[in-house]
Protein backbone atom coordinates (compact mmCIF):
# COMPACT_ATOMS: atom_id res chain seq x y z
CA UNK A 1 0.00 0.00 0.00
CA UNK A 2 2.73 2.16 0.67
CA UNK A 3 3.60 4.79 -2.23
CA UNK A 4 6.65 7.38 -2.68
CA UNK A 5 5.99 11.05 -3.67
CA UNK A 6 6.53 10.49 -7.30
CA UNK A 7 3.54 7.82 -7.38
CA UNK A 8 1.66 9.89 -5.48
CA UNK A 9 1.62 12.88 -8.26
CA UNK A 10 0.90 9.99 -10.65
CA UNK A 11 -1.99 9.64 -8.74
CA UNK A 12 -3.22 12.55 -9.15
CA UNK A 13 -2.11 14.40 -12.11
CA UNK A 14 -0.05 16.79 -10.32
CA UNK A 15 3.37 18.46 -10.47
CA UNK A 16 6.11 17.15 -8.19
CA UNK A 17 8.66 19.66 -6.12
CA UNK A 18 10.38 17.56 -4.09
CA UNK A 19 12.77 13.72 -4.30
CA UNK A 20 10.16 11.95 -6.41
CA UNK A 21 11.72 9.08 -3.74
CA UNK A 22 10.34 10.06 -0.64
CA UNK A 23 8.05 7.07 0.48
CA UNK A 24 4.79 8.44 1.73
CA UNK A 25 2.81 5.77 4.02
CA UNK A 26 -0.28 7.05 4.91
CA UNK A 27 -2.91 10.62 4.45
CA UNK A 28 -4.13 13.11 7.28
CA UNK A 29 -4.95 16.52 7.78
CA UNK A 30 -1.90 18.95 9.16
CA UNK A 31 -3.69 18.71 12.63
CA UNK A 32 -2.95 14.72 12.48
CA UNK A 33 -0.19 14.53 9.90
CA UNK A 34 2.59 11.98 11.35
CA UNK A 35 6.12 10.94 9.97
CA UNK A 36 5.16 9.44 6.53
CA UNK A 37 2.32 11.02 5.76
CA UNK A 38 1.66 13.63 3.59
CA UNK A 39 -0.99 16.42 4.12
CA UNK A 40 -2.98 19.01 2.59
CA UNK A 41 -2.73 22.73 2.40
CA UNK A 42 -5.58 24.29 0.82
CA UNK A 43 -5.35 28.02 1.25
CA UNK A 44 -1.98 30.21 2.14
CA UNK A 45 -2.47 30.55 5.61
CA UNK A 46 -2.28 26.83 6.16
CA UNK A 47 0.91 27.20 4.85
CA UNK A 48 2.25 28.74 7.90
CA UNK A 49 1.25 25.51 9.97
CA UNK A 50 3.40 23.09 8.01
CA UNK A 51 6.53 24.00 10.10
CA UNK A 52 4.82 22.36 13.35
CA UNK A 53 3.99 19.33 11.14
CA UNK A 54 5.71 15.86 10.78
CA UNK A 55 4.28 15.37 7.31
CA UNK A 56 6.68 14.31 4.86
CA UNK A 57 5.02 15.92 2.20
CA UNK A 58 2.32 18.03 1.44
CA UNK A 59 -0.82 18.59 -1.44
CA UNK A 60 -1.62 22.65 -2.35
CA UNK A 61 -3.17 24.46 -5.02
CA UNK A 62 -1.49 26.60 -7.58
CA UNK A 63 -1.56 29.74 -5.31
CA UNK A 64 0.58 27.84 -2.75
CA UNK A 65 4.53 27.42 -2.73
CA UNK A 66 5.24 25.97 0.90
CA UNK A 67 8.79 26.54 2.02
CA UNK A 68 10.89 23.46 3.48
CA UNK A 69 8.81 20.34 2.70
CA UNK A 70 8.17 18.84 -0.66
CA UNK A 71 4.91 19.47 -2.30
CA UNK A 72 2.40 18.39 -5.08
CA UNK A 73 0.75 21.02 -7.06
CA UNK A 74 -2.71 20.51 -7.92
CA UNK A 75 -6.14 22.06 -9.50
CA UNK A 76 -8.35 20.54 -6.92
CA UNK A 77 -6.49 19.68 -3.66
CA UNK A 78 -9.69 18.17 -2.04
CA UNK A 79 -10.25 15.85 -4.81
CA UNK A 80 -7.02 14.98 -5.23
CA UNK A 81 -6.67 14.29 -1.22
CA UNK A 82 -9.59 12.15 -1.42
CA UNK A 83 -8.14 10.00 -4.05
CA UNK A 84 -5.01 9.88 -1.84
CA UNK A 85 -7.12 8.95 1.30
CA UNK A 86 -9.01 6.22 -0.64
CA UNK A 87 -5.43 4.31 -2.01
CA UNK A 88 -4.27 4.33 1.77
CA UNK A 89 -7.47 3.54 3.06
CA UNK A 90 -9.85 1.50 0.67
CA UNK A 91 -13.85 0.70 1.56
CA UNK A 92 -13.96 -2.64 2.23
CA UNK A 93 -15.19 -4.66 -0.46
CA UNK A 94 -17.87 -7.15 1.57
CA UNK A 95 -21.18 -6.20 -0.35
CA UNK A 96 -23.39 -8.73 -0.93
CA UNK A 97 -25.33 -9.52 -4.13
CA UNK A 98 -28.79 -10.21 -4.24
CA UNK A 99 -31.74 -10.45 -2.00
CA UNK A 100 -30.91 -12.08 1.38
CA UNK A 101 -32.74 -15.30 2.63
CA UNK A 102 -33.07 -13.20 5.82
CA UNK A 103 -34.79 -10.24 4.29
CA UNK A 104 -38.77 -10.18 3.73
CA UNK A 105 -39.41 -9.70 0.29
CA UNK A 106 -43.19 -9.29 -0.85
CA UNK A 107 -44.41 -11.39 -3.58
CA UNK A 108 -45.83 -8.62 -5.24
CA UNK A 109 -42.83 -6.00 -4.55
CA UNK A 110 -40.45 -5.62 -7.96
CA UNK A 111 -36.97 -4.92 -8.00
CA UNK A 112 -34.68 -4.07 -10.74
CA UNK A 113 -31.52 -5.46 -11.61
CA UNK A 114 -28.44 -5.12 -9.59
CA UNK A 115 -30.20 -4.47 -6.28
CA UNK A 116 -29.07 -5.61 -2.83
CA UNK A 117 -31.41 -6.46 0.12
CA UNK A 118 -29.64 -6.78 3.23
CA UNK A 119 -30.79 -9.15 6.13
CA UNK A 120 -33.99 -8.10 8.53
CA UNK A 121 -34.64 -5.22 5.42
CA UNK A 122 -38.50 -5.66 4.88
CA UNK A 123 -40.23 -4.26 1.15
CA UNK A 124 -44.00 -4.34 1.68
CA UNK A 125 -46.36 -4.99 -0.99
CA UNK A 126 -46.75 -3.44 -4.60
CA UNK A 127 -43.21 -2.06 -3.69
CA UNK A 128 -40.89 -0.72 -7.05
CA UNK A 129 -37.35 -1.03 -6.43
CA UNK A 130 -34.94 0.37 -9.11
CA UNK A 131 -31.51 -0.72 -10.84
CA UNK A 132 -28.78 -0.83 -8.32
CA UNK A 133 -30.60 0.03 -5.50
CA UNK A 134 -28.96 -1.17 -1.90
CA UNK A 135 -31.24 -1.54 1.60
CA UNK A 136 -29.26 -1.82 3.80
CA UNK A 137 -30.14 -4.27 7.17
CA UNK A 138 -33.19 -2.92 9.30
CA UNK A 139 -34.97 -0.96 6.48
CA UNK A 140 -38.77 -0.82 6.70
CA UNK A 141 -40.35 -0.14 2.88
CA UNK A 142 -43.84 -0.35 3.39
CA UNK A 143 -46.31 -1.15 0.52
CA UNK A 144 -46.96 1.38 -2.63
CA UNK A 145 -43.43 2.82 -2.46
CA UNK A 146 -41.54 4.05 -5.40
CA UNK A 147 -37.60 3.53 -5.28
CA UNK A 148 -35.33 5.07 -7.88
CA UNK A 149 -32.73 3.68 -9.52
CA UNK A 150 -29.31 3.59 -7.56
CA UNK A 151 -30.47 4.59 -4.26
CA UNK A 152 -29.08 3.39 -0.96
CA UNK A 153 -30.98 3.10 2.04
CA UNK A 154 -29.22 3.05 5.10
CA UNK A 155 -29.65 0.72 8.16
CA UNK A 156 -33.06 1.48 9.73
CA UNK A 157 -34.51 3.59 7.06
CA UNK A 158 -38.40 3.45 7.48
CA UNK A 159 -40.15 4.45 4.25
CA UNK A 160 -43.86 5.07 5.27
CA UNK A 161 -46.16 4.01 2.40
CA UNK A 162 -46.72 5.39 -1.00
CA UNK A 163 -42.77 6.91 -0.88
CA UNK A 164 -41.73 8.45 -3.56
CA UNK A 165 -37.58 8.46 -4.18
CA UNK A 166 -35.98 9.51 -7.55
CA UNK A 167 -32.75 8.18 -8.83
CA UNK A 168 -29.47 8.28 -6.98
CA UNK A 169 -30.53 9.17 -3.55
CA UNK A 170 -28.51 8.66 -0.40
CA UNK A 171 -31.40 8.31 2.71
CA UNK A 172 -28.74 7.80 6.22
CA UNK A 173 -29.57 5.56 9.29
CA UNK A 174 -32.57 6.14 11.38
CA UNK A 175 -34.39 8.72 8.84
CA UNK A 176 -38.26 8.77 8.50
CA UNK A 177 -39.65 9.97 5.54
CA UNK A 178 -43.17 9.97 5.57
CA UNK A 179 -44.43 9.90 8.80
CA UNK A 180 -47.46 11.16 9.83
CA UNK A 181 -47.74 14.75 10.40
CA UNK A 182 -48.29 16.85 13.54
CA UNK A 183 -51.81 18.15 12.56
CA UNK A 184 -54.89 17.33 14.30
CA UNK A 185 -59.01 18.32 14.69
CA UNK A 186 -59.95 19.52 18.15
CA UNK A 187 -63.61 17.82 18.69
CA UNK A 188 -65.47 18.02 21.70
CA UNK A 189 -62.33 18.82 23.47
CA UNK A 190 -59.94 16.01 22.29
CA UNK A 191 -57.25 16.42 19.64
CA UNK A 192 -58.00 13.84 16.61
CA UNK A 193 -55.78 13.10 14.22
CA UNK A 194 -56.37 14.62 10.72
CA UNK A 195 -56.10 13.27 7.81
CA UNK A 196 -52.89 11.74 7.02
CA UNK A 197 -53.55 10.62 2.81
CA UNK A 198 -50.99 12.67 1.06
CA UNK A 199 -47.32 10.93 0.64
CA UNK A 200 -43.54 12.11 0.28
CA UNK A 201 -41.75 12.57 -3.07
CA UNK A 202 -38.36 12.79 -3.20
CA UNK A 203 -36.04 14.33 -6.34
CA UNK A 204 -33.07 13.31 -8.03
CA UNK A 205 -29.46 13.49 -6.18
CA UNK A 206 -31.16 14.17 -2.94
CA UNK A 207 -28.96 12.99 0.00
CA UNK A 208 -31.29 13.31 3.44
CA UNK A 209 -28.89 12.45 6.58
CA UNK A 210 -29.19 10.01 9.85
CA UNK A 211 -32.30 10.83 12.07
CA UNK A 212 -34.08 13.09 10.15
CA UNK A 213 -37.62 13.40 9.60
CA UNK A 214 -40.12 14.08 6.62
CA UNK A 215 -43.55 13.90 7.45
CA UNK A 216 -46.48 13.32 4.50
CA UNK A 217 -48.88 15.78 3.09
CA UNK A 218 -52.27 16.02 4.61
CA UNK A 219 -54.06 15.61 0.98
CA UNK A 220 -50.96 16.22 -1.27
CA UNK A 221 -47.14 15.36 -1.17
CA UNK A 222 -44.58 16.92 0.38
CA UNK A 223 -42.14 16.94 -2.19
CA UNK A 224 -37.73 17.56 -1.64
CA UNK A 225 -36.61 19.19 -4.82
CA UNK A 226 -33.33 17.16 -6.80
CA UNK A 227 -30.41 17.98 -5.70
CA UNK A 228 -31.18 19.13 -2.45
CA UNK A 229 -28.73 17.86 0.41
CA UNK A 230 -30.25 17.77 3.95
CA UNK A 231 -28.25 17.12 7.43
CA UNK A 232 -28.56 15.19 10.17
CA UNK A 233 -31.50 15.72 12.67
CA UNK A 234 -33.35 17.88 10.44
CA UNK A 235 -37.51 17.98 10.94
CA UNK A 236 -39.76 18.85 7.71
CA UNK A 237 -43.24 18.86 8.12
CA UNK A 238 -46.33 18.49 6.38
CA UNK A 239 -46.91 19.54 2.82
CA UNK A 240 -43.55 21.34 2.91
CA UNK A 241 -42.32 22.17 -0.31
CA UNK A 242 -38.36 22.30 -0.35
CA UNK A 243 -36.63 23.98 -4.15
CA UNK A 244 -33.91 22.39 -5.92
CA UNK A 245 -30.51 22.18 -4.54
CA UNK A 246 -31.29 23.57 -0.93
CA UNK A 247 -28.10 23.02 1.56
CA UNK A 248 -30.55 22.52 5.16
CA UNK A 249 -27.97 22.29 8.08
CA UNK A 250 -28.33 20.08 10.85
CA UNK A 251 -31.65 20.51 13.17
CA UNK A 252 -33.36 23.13 10.96
CA UNK A 253 -36.76 22.32 11.69
CA UNK A 254 -39.81 23.85 9.17
CA UNK A 255 -42.83 23.62 9.86
CA UNK A 256 -45.98 22.60 7.77
CA UNK A 257 -47.26 24.03 4.48
CA UNK A 258 -43.74 26.18 4.02
CA UNK A 259 -42.19 26.63 0.57
CA UNK A 260 -38.62 27.28 -0.35
CA UNK A 261 -36.99 28.31 -3.35
CA UNK A 262 -34.04 27.02 -5.12
CA UNK A 263 -30.55 27.31 -3.84
CA UNK A 264 -32.12 28.07 -0.33
CA UNK A 265 -29.16 27.65 2.90
CA UNK A 266 -29.85 27.48 5.99
CA UNK A 267 -27.18 26.90 8.79
CA UNK A 268 -27.97 25.39 11.85
CA UNK A 269 -31.47 24.95 14.28
CA UNK A 270 -32.83 27.81 11.73
CA UNK A 271 -36.81 27.42 12.56
CA UNK A 272 -39.14 28.24 10.07
CA UNK A 273 -43.14 28.90 10.84
CA UNK A 274 -46.18 27.53 8.87
CA UNK A 275 -47.38 28.88 5.45
CA UNK A 276 -43.71 30.77 5.00
CA UNK A 277 -42.17 31.05 1.37
CA UNK A 278 -38.56 32.02 1.30
CA UNK A 279 -37.37 32.55 -1.79
CA UNK A 280 -34.83 31.41 -4.19
CA UNK A 281 -30.81 31.97 -3.22
CA UNK A 282 -31.53 33.18 -0.11
CA UNK A 283 -29.18 32.74 3.33
CA UNK A 284 -30.44 31.86 6.79
CA UNK A 285 -27.83 32.25 9.50
CA UNK A 286 -27.46 29.85 12.38
CA UNK A 287 -30.46 29.83 14.88
CA UNK A 288 -32.45 32.00 12.82
CA UNK A 289 -36.05 32.29 13.62
CA UNK A 290 -38.51 32.55 10.97
CA UNK A 291 -41.71 34.51 10.82
CA UNK A 292 -42.74 35.80 7.34
CA UNK A 293 -42.08 35.25 4.29
CA UNK A 294 -38.56 36.16 2.57
CA UNK A 295 -38.07 37.49 -0.81
CA UNK A 296 -34.95 36.17 -3.30
CA UNK A 297 -31.43 36.63 -3.04
CA UNK A 298 -31.58 37.95 0.87
CA UNK A 299 -29.48 36.90 3.79
CA UNK A 300 -31.17 36.73 7.34
CA UNK A 301 -30.64 35.72 10.81
CA UNK A 302 -31.59 36.66 14.52
CA UNK A 303 -34.76 36.07 16.32
CA UNK A 304 -36.90 36.86 14.52
CA UNK A 305 -35.04 36.78 11.26
CA UNK A 306 -34.41 40.48 9.93
CA UNK A 307 -31.58 41.28 6.96
CA UNK A 308 -27.93 41.46 8.05
CA UNK A 309 -27.44 45.03 7.76
CA UNK A 310 -30.21 45.63 10.10
CA UNK A 311 -29.44 42.68 12.91
CA UNK A 312 -25.64 43.73 12.75
CA UNK A 313 -27.25 47.75 13.65
CA UNK A 314 -29.45 45.71 16.85
CA UNK A 315 -26.30 43.52 17.78
CA UNK A 316 -23.93 46.75 17.88
CA UNK A 317 -26.89 48.48 19.78
CA UNK A 318 -27.00 45.72 22.33
CA UNK A 319 -23.68 45.56 23.24
CA UNK A 320 -23.66 48.92 24.63
CA UNK A 321 -26.78 48.50 26.37
CA UNK A 322 -24.15 47.87 30.15
CA UNK A 323 -22.42 51.22 29.45
CA UNK A 324 -25.75 53.31 28.54
CA UNK A 325 -27.37 51.55 31.89
CA UNK A 326 -24.67 53.17 33.94
CA UNK A 327 -25.00 56.19 31.93
CA UNK A 328 -28.74 56.28 32.47
CA UNK A 329 -28.25 55.78 36.19
CA UNK A 330 -25.39 58.66 36.41
CA UNK A 331 -28.43 60.50 34.36
CA UNK A 332 -30.84 59.63 36.99
CA UNK A 333 -28.65 60.58 39.49
CA UNK A 334 -27.83 64.05 38.24
CA UNK A 335 -31.70 64.74 37.81
CA UNK A 336 -32.92 63.94 41.61
CA UNK A 337 -29.84 66.44 42.87
CA UNK A 338 -31.15 69.21 40.66
CA UNK A 339 -34.66 68.19 42.29
CA UNK A 340 -33.06 68.57 45.16
CA UNK A 341 -31.32 71.79 45.08
CA UNK A 342 -34.27 73.29 43.36
CA UNK A 343 -36.55 72.39 46.03
CA UNK A 344 -34.18 73.40 48.87
CA UNK A 345 -33.79 77.03 46.56
CA UNK A 346 -37.53 77.08 46.44
Known sequence: MDLVLGDIANLVGGQLNGDAGIPI??????????????????????????????????????????????????????????????????????????????????PTAQLGRNVVVHPTATIGEDVHVGDGAIIHPGVQILPGSRIGNDVTLFPNVVLYE????????????????????????????????????????????????????????????????????????????????????????????????????????MAGQVGIRDHVDIGDRTVLGAKSGVMNNIPADSSYFGTPATPDREQLLKQAAWSKLPEMRKQFKALQKQVADLSEKLNEAA
Open 162 to 265: STVIGNRVIIHAGAVIGAYGFGYDTIDGKHRLSAQLGNVIVGDDVEIGAGTTIDRGTYGPTTIGEGTKIDNLVMIAHNCRIGRHNLLCSQVGIAGSSTTGDCVV
Open 25 to 106: SGAAIIRDADAGDITLADKPQLANKLSDCRAAAVLVPPEVTPDGVPFVTVSNVHASFAKIVQHFRPHADIQPSGVSAAAHVS
